[in-house]
């Protein structure tokens, strides 16, 4: 796996501060890149917000509020402490928020895919493989607790046309071909067999459907499983459907622990 080099560059004394001595220079700080704006005249423009370059009571130089002329910093570290002593209060009170304020996050979600779909799709992918062992955990719990659902779905849809199932069929099949390698033998053959017959058994003997699967997927994006014995495992068909093509259940009995 490639990993993510990070480098730190060297910074340079902040302006405003001699590199001697540390100490603070004369006269106002020339590093804000900020406009320099008093609160009646944000007050007069309509803004919430204005910025003076002078140090708040608590050493801050940070923009600071139209309406009550508190500090931003300092009301952050307020409520960054008031998190740390209630965190359990501030999870309902954020709750809640979330709750009433769904619709227009929703629309920020939105605009915010539009602008910057790379971006977008880039955290998504970092935040599932993060957290895909919980997610896939949380799918298939939901997938037990409404299979009923599920299954309705699934033959309403095939009802509606027959000829999607055959279609991916004929796509499955022609997969299955380019994965057998020019060494496959009757080892092979009889264990895939063996493997379909399986299935058959287990559900005589469970009541819920198996699948022969492959253990590492022969339609992955960053792998190509083989058509062969030792990348056979006989699942459950909930767990087949949800694995499709991701690298889980890739070790033999892994399966298992989805259950």
């Not at 590093?31 to 801050?60: D, P, V």
């Not at 699967?213 to 767990?239: E, F, R, Y």
């Amino acid at each position: 796996m490639d990993g993510r080099q990070s480098g730190r560059q060297a910074r340079a004394p902040a302006r405003g501060v001699t590199a001697k001595s540390g100490g603070p220079t004369p006269g106002p700080p020339t590093h804000m890149t900020k406009e320099i704006i008093s609160r009646a005249e944000a007050k007069s423009a309509g803004l919430k917000r204005f910025f003076t370059g002078l140090l708040c009571a608590n050493g801050h130089i940070s923009e600071r509020q139209v309406s009550s002329g508190n500090c931003l910093a300092c009301s952050a570290e307020r409520k960054r402490t008031s998190r740390q002593k209630e965190p359990e209060r501030h999870k309902t009170v954020l709750k809640i928020w979330i709750e009433k304020n769904k619709s227009r996050i929703n629309e920020l979600r939105a605009q915010r895919r539009r602008e910057s779909p790379d971006s977008h799709r880039n955290g998504s992918l970092a935040w599932y493989y993060k957290n895909r062992d919980s997610v896939l955990q949380k799918k298939d719990a939901k997938r037990k607790a409404n299979r009923e659902k599920y299954n309705k779905r699934q033959r309403d849809r095939n009802a509606a046309d027959p000829t999607v199932n055959r279609y991916y069929a004929k796509l499955r099949n022609a997969a299955i071909k380019r994965s057998v390698p020019p060494w496959f033998s009757e080892l092979d053959e009889l264990v895939w067999r063996e493997a379909t017959r399986l299935t058959q058994l287990r559900f005589e003997a469970t009541g819920i459907k198996w699948d022969a699967d492959h253990m590492i997927p022969i339609k992955a994006k960053t792998a190509h499983g083989l058509h062969v014995w030792n990348n056979c495992q006989v699942i459950p068909s909930s767990l087949n459907s949800a694995k499709t093509n991701k690298l889980v259940m890739t070790e033999r009995n892994e399966w298992l622990i989805y259950i």
